[in-house]
């Protein structure tokens, strides 16, 4: 009531104020008070003059309404408020105005409290209904607004306006089919309104009703063809039907009309790229970005650019739109994937961190967040990236899974990555499963399951045979339990001409372990090959290099050996395997100098003190000067391992060189106790009593050994079946080499074939040939025995087929030599000893049989040219008889040859102790052929 009193009175203060204003004389003569001058003022339009009078009259409902008029929104609340404080609140007016200066400030929720009590006031006033639903819908509570325009609507039976209101509402609030219902009522009420029918097609679009939709746009345009918004979402529904043509006829005609709108033109490009025109909708789009802010076409723009490989460009457009929409996680996640596209990982890592703070539960950032990681070879921040994706979630998809245990399996934590990928491949797809069931399989083997690797990487290999990694992976499971046969039959799987996906260092891993494998197996030639391709794939691998140098050591190419080693070893300076190694090739490469620090390296690092101390005993024994240190450092060996029979023969050769020959004697003794059925250190330890001046224990030690090998037995009175009955009962002995086994059928074949038994003779050298079909050796040893039986053709036959079984022996090709020379040939050994140096780099011996050949010959300068060029490599044995042998004697008073080899022994060394040194070769045995150490 008394907000109604407070209406009454106002309008008899305007109906005053009129009369007034029709009576100057009046107004003259009694004059007018601030109020009524302010009404005059407020008539006139005069606002600011007017809120002064209503100011002045002290009038604060006048005093907002002047000054809501002039748009001094702040001050009509100020004094409106005041007015209210006066009234209690219940001036419903004053509560509309309220309401609307606050609308106009922007600030709705403020503007929805004053219009709330007002409607609850006058719930039938359609100008409170009206602002009411208005505040509502700009605060963001369309569904408040609904009720109050349906009251509105039904009050005003003929007014389309209130129902286009209605409706909008309802749109605003996703109630789509009800609003559509209204704006067919509203088109009812008012069937010309061209935006109506167009608030009609654009409702029933969004409640997927499209042919209705597309009628009723039909109506807006035929109507009101020059409406760019009624063309847009013509276009739209279009598309959705399908219709791509008449979509884009439609887009046309919109940006025809308002060129500079930018939906019409997004929605172009994307009928475009749905038509196949990708690069017209890209070309249109990059010249038209320069001049929108709107986000979702700079963001189409930056998609088209990235698929055309201008990442730049594409990171360019996304900056732009993120200043318009900072944020949005999906432009941030879109310029995170342009970023990593051009190789700027940390500018990537801080957009998908920032879009992970405004959606934290996004399951696509987290995903390239990891990838990002991964890819900066941050192991660890990739494996909490993918955490961050599974955990928290109550079924996580299978792929999310994968990704999580594949981050695990780069941290190096294989066994929780198994067990997150079983998860994986029993959530996963039938398509999926073997990919997933690969990588169980590779993480079951790091974690030490060999068994589980193999039964998950055999279900893989089936579904994915042209998959190397995975053939990998089977191989080295099966290595693993030592199956070697499917082992060998997976690497060769993994390493097929097919099999080159990966990095090189991975597609090198079956081709070392086929390597290794042919290495085992005596097969030189295809472990070389193999290591060759594993070395050409990745050439920087200290592991290709080690197995390179390996095959060559097999090979018996010491300086290649060293090359390769030496190179691994400075890419991997601390392993101790690999330093022993290197200095082993070191030393067969007649480089000591260069393999002492290696082995003294070795040895610190934890080396087997047995192999250290053999190889650094040999490289200081090819030093001048160093045999007393040799024999140090070969003692502490044996202490070390005393079972080992090479390290107590290499003490003994050191000891020799030190002519130190007590320890000779013992070290072979101990040799011979270990090894009691060797019969091929028989020979050294007689040769050593010799040397050390007790000519009947060499006699006792010589006696059983002659009864089989020596030559003289082949004219003793011993029957040659007998001779022949023992050289097979030591054939027969288990424990013997199998290099000695060739020799020993060897020599029952001159045996045999001494006695008249042909045949016999000939099966026996079937024998030899199979027992070591691939050592040289043999047929050496065989012309050996043939040249001391004086059948100088058959030795040089034999010697000849030792050369070509190995090019690389120089000890063959010596003998080939002084058969040569013997007949006569002297240029034929010449040319055999020179091609001797020339392939056999690391060898002295040929060197000083050529050497010894010029001498003789008189051709001291070429002598000393030889002996210069070859001196860095020539070993400590060949020094010492370049001066005590009397053949080199007239070179012995030549200044260069002293320079070159030292001053001459002062008394002949002893070709009896030459036979124990150390060559290029080997030992000297009794009869003259070389065994190797």
């Keep these: 009531m008394r907000a109604r009193g407070s209406q009454v009175n106002r309008r008899i203060s305007w109906v005053v104020a009129i009369l007034l204003s029709s009576a100057p004389a009046l107004h003259a003569q009694e004059g007018l008070s601030p109020l009524e001058r302010g009404h005059r003022a407020f008539r006139a339009k005069r606002y600011a003059e007017a809120a002064a009078l209503f100011d002045e009259a002290g009038d604060a409902y006048w005093l907002g309404r002047a000054r809501f008029a002039a748009e001094d929104f702040d001050g009509a609340a100020a004094a409106l408020l005041q007015h209210l404080r006066t009234r209690d609140g219940r001036d419903v007016s004053a509560l509309v105005y309220l309401g609307r200066a606050r609308l106009r400030l922007g600030k709705a929720a403020l503007a929805v409290k004053p219009l709330a009590r007002a409607y609850r006031l006058e719930p039938k006033d359609p100008g409170v209904l009206y602002w009411y639903a208005l505040a509502e819908r700009a605060a963001g509570h369309p569904e408040r607004a609904v ?12 007014d389309p306006r209130p129902l286009l209101d209605l ?12 609003a559509a219902e209204a704006f067919a009522a509203a088109v009812e009420r008012g069937p010309d309104d061209a935006g109506a029918w167009v608030w009609l097609g654009l409702a029933r679009f969004k409640a997927n009703a499209l042919d209705q939709a597309l009628e009723a746009l039909r109506e807006a345009l035929r109507r009101d063809d020059r409406r760019p918004l009624a063309h847009y979402w013509y276009g739209r529904v279009a ?8 979509a884009s006829r439609a887009f046309d005609a919109a940006v025809r009309l308002d060129p500079e709108a930018p939906a019409p033109r997004l929605w172009r490009a994307r009928a475009r790229l749905r038509a196949g025109e990708r690069e017209l909708a890209r070309k249109e789009l990059v010249a038209f970005a320069p001049r929108c802010e709107d986000p979702a076409l700079l963001a189409l723009t930056a998609q088209l650019l990235a698929d055309a490989g201008q990442h730049d460009r594409a990171a360019a457009t996304l900056r732009k739109a993120l200043r318009k929409t900072p944020q949005d996680p999906s432009l941030l996640r879109a310029l995170a994937a342009s970023y990593e596209a051009l190789g700027q990982l940390g500018p990537a890592q801080r957009a998908l961190e920032r879009a992970l703070r405004i959606a934290p539960q996004s399951r696509e950032a987290w995903r390239r967040l990891g990838a990002v990681h991964a890819r900066a070879g941050r192991a ?12 928290g979630v109550a079924d996580p998809l299978p792929g999310d899974l994968a990704l999580y245990g594949r981050s695990l399996l780069a941290a190096r934590n294989p066994a929780e990555a198994a067990r997150v990928l079983q998860r994986a491949a029993e959530a996963a797809g039938a398509e999926d499963r073997p990919a997933l069931l690969g990588d169980l399989g590779v993480a079951r083997y790091l974690a030490g399951d060999a068994a589980g690797a193999v039964e998950a990487l055999r279900v893989a290999v089936r579904a994915r045979p042209r998959d190397s990694r995975l053939h990998d992976y089977l191989g080295r499971a099966h290595d693993r339990l030592g199956q070697r046969d499917k082992a060998r039959a997976a690497f060769l799987r993994s390493a097929r001409p097919q099999g080159k996906d990966g990095p090189p260092s991975r597609r090198a891993a079956p081709r070392r372990a086929l390597a290794r494998y042919a290495l085992q197996d005596r097969r030189p030639d295809e472990a070389e090959r193999w290591a060759a391709e594993a070395l050409r794939l990745d050439p920087k691998d200290p592991r290709n290099l080690e197995l390179a140098g390996r095959v060559a050591l097999v090979r018996g190419d010491a300086a290649t050996a060293w090359r390769r080693l030496a190179a691994a070893v400075e890419r991997a300076p601390r392993r101790s395997e690999l330093l022993l190694l290197a200095g082993r090739a070191g030393v067969e490469a007649r480089r000591p100098r260069e393999a002492v620090p290696l082995l ?3 040895q610190a690092a934890g080396a087997d003190a047995g192999d250290v101390g053999l190889w650094l005993g040999k490289a200081l024994l090819s030093l001048p000067g160093k045999a007393g240190q040799a024999v140090g450092v070969l003692e502490r060996a044996c202490a070390a391992a005393p079972k080992r029979v090479d390290l107590r023969l290499a003490l003994a050769q050191a000891a020799l060189a030190a002519q130190q020959p007590a320890k000779t004697v013992a070290a072979l003794r101990e040799a011979k106790r270990l090894a009691p059925r060797d019969a091929s250190l028989r020979a050294p330890l007689v040769e050593a009593l010799r040397a050390a001046g007790d000519p009947a224990a060499a006699d006792e030690e010589r006696r059983p050994w002659l009864e089989l090998v020596h030559p003289e037995l082949l004219e003793a009175e011993l029957p040659w079946r007998e001779r022949a009955r023992r050289a097979l009962a030591l054939v027969e002995e288990a424990s013997l ?41 043999v047929p050496f040893a065989g012309g050996a025995l043939a040249e001391r039986s004086g059948q100088d053709e058959r030795a040089l036959e034999r010697y000849r087929l030792a050369m070509r079984l190995a090019p690389r022996r120089a000890g063959p090709a010596v003998a080939t030599a002084r058969l040569l020379l013997r007949s006569g040939n002297v240029r034929g050994a010449l040319e055999t000893l020179t091609r001797a140096v020339r392939r056999c780099p690391n060898a002295s011996s040929p060197v000083v049989e050529l050497v010894r050949l010029r001498t003789l010959r008189g051709e001291t300068d070429r002598a000393l040219d030889r002996l210069r060029a070859a001196r860095p490599r020539l070993s400590a044995t060949a020094l010492r008889v370049l001066r005590s042998d009397r053949d080199f004697a007239p070179l012995w008073s030549l200044p260069a040859f002293r320079q070159q080899v030292g001053d001459p022994l002062p008394s002949d060394f002893g070709r009896a102790g030459e036979r124990l040194l150390e060559t290029g070769e080997g030992v000297y045995t009794a009869w003259g052929e070389l065994l190797e150490d």
């Design 600 to 602: 003294r390296r070795a």
């Design 239 to 246: 598309l959705a039907r399908g219709d791509v043509a008449r």
């Design 147 to 158: 009720a109050p325009l349906r009251t509105l609507a039904d009050g005003r039976p003929s």
């Design 737 to 777: 080499p199998r290099s000695l086994v060739g020799e020993l059928h060897l020599l029952r074949t001159e045996l045999l074939e001494a006695g008249g038994d042909v045949a016999g003779a000939e099966a026996a050298l079937r024998s030899a040939r199979e027992a070591a079909p691939w050592a040289y050796r």
């Design 380 to 391: 660890a921040a990739a494996r909490d990236a993918y955490r961050n994706l599974v955990e």
């Design 167 to 178: 409706g909008r509402a309802l749109y605003d609030a996703k109630r789509y089919p009800e």
